[in-house]
């Protein structure tokens, strides 16, 4: 269903902060730590390294140095058949889940192109709204929402946002997730019932090369560094 994303934005702006961000140019505030210098700094490893550079990933999610380095020249670029543009036109798409599932999500946003991209919340936020100008899709994406799902959905609704495609990612520090699952989905399904439903639970993400402030060093960590394509 086709979505005016002014008015969205509008729309969530009554509930949320929204700043329109270019993905392109380092806006995020970079926490103090051992491993990364600066944004600038990023940008020039992973562009030396084959791979575009995209500013909506969190400073957890990034690393630089020899190791991280050879691993993204040995990852081939994005395949692009996965991309915003893959949905059929003019679809909504609302995701939600915890910063694994913002970091793949993320990735997917930076290698569509032709974006237009809003940050929802703060500056360390993992939340998006998403028009993908050439398709038209519509994304919202609700990553580490303290609100969802007792507040998102109300949201979806005040914004007349009518998903075609619903995912579900995992909940940080959810005691009874099997439990929490099957009632997320079932509150959906009643709200949406002509969306596509997929639950997307657990990590799906490789652990080759780890990021978490630690630059990429051979140890157990929880987040990955990000490649870009």
Known sequence: MSSNHSLLVEKLSEHVTTRPVDISVPFRNMRSNDSLENWTFVAKEVQ?????????????????GDYYKRVLKSTPLYNHSFDLNSFPPNSNVYIEGNSYMGQLVSTVVCNTENVLVWL??????????VKAVDSGVTLVLFSNWKQYPKES???LKSMNFVPDYIVRGAKNHDDNPLESANAHRDMYMKAFPNATY?????????????????????FLCRLMCSYSR
């Open 48 to 64: 030396e390294s084959g791979h575009p550079y995209c500013s909506i990933y969190r400073d957890n999610w990034s690393c630089t």
């Open 120 to 129: 929802l919340g703060s500056l360390s936020s993992n939340s998006l709204f």
């Open 153 to 155: 959905l109300p949201l």
């Open 198 to 218: 997929v639950p997307f639970m657990q990590r799906h993400l490789p652990s080759n090369c780890h990021a978490d402030f630690k630059n990429c060093g051979e």
